[in-house]
């Protein structure tokens, strides 16, 4: 085979998605099926973005988006494949092949060191209470970088706080916010290392970058943050 495959749930899938990445000889991996949207009409647009996403974040070069519309085929299909969390698919796909100015996604790779002590949240498992379905809930922060952490991506899957290694970061930056459910970026923020920023979502001390994400923590308030090393022109 030329590359490796997981099927899991979203609070399975960076465990096995990790464990892929790291095998030897190197392959590449993906998830191929996790959770559909509107699956038992508790996954919303939210949940198939963070597990797409995490899958990539987690090493995966790439993510299947899965429609329970589709999957049986409801009278309503050619209508429900317009549902938000499909269209969102295409915006972490921009991202990482159009969205970096100074990297392509081959140069990216998993890290963890760039997050430092931020506590890395988690997935949980969804649940059945009275014939219902609750929809799992994550709070994961998973970070991509170059080797050199000329460019880092960060992406939170409810925008908590985020505790950056400053000591990885060369200076100056561009900082950008990108909406996951619009694929637009924000506007630009410099931050030069070991001086004063005026954007009041960042705060810093000697080793630590402090990132309040845009919106109150919580459930469909993901966003990545993503930092570019400006280039020094002669």
Known sequence: LSFNSVQACPWEQEELLRADYLLDP???TWLFE??????????????????????????GFGHVYGSEAIWDFDPSWKT??????GLHMKYLNYILTEGLEHASFGDLRPDTLILGNTPKGGTSKH??????????YSSRISALATEDYSTVLVY???????ELDRTLLPAPYQVYWYDPRTGRFSETKEIIRKTALEANQFSENDSTLIVDFPGEAGMDNDWVLLLEKQVQTP
Request: aromatic share 24%; proline share 4%; charged share 20%.
């Open 80 to 85: 429900d494949i317009y549902w938000d969390g």
């Open 34 to 59: 996790g959770r559909y949207e509107h699956y038992s009409y508790a996954y919303k647009a939210w949940h198939v973005r963070f597990q797409a996403y995490l899958s990539v974040f987690a090493g």
């Open 156 to 162: 939170a899957a409810d925008g908590s706080t985020v």
């Open 26 to 28: 190197v392959k590449p």
């Open 127 to 136: 649940c059945w209470n009275y014939k219902s379905l609750e929809a799992p």
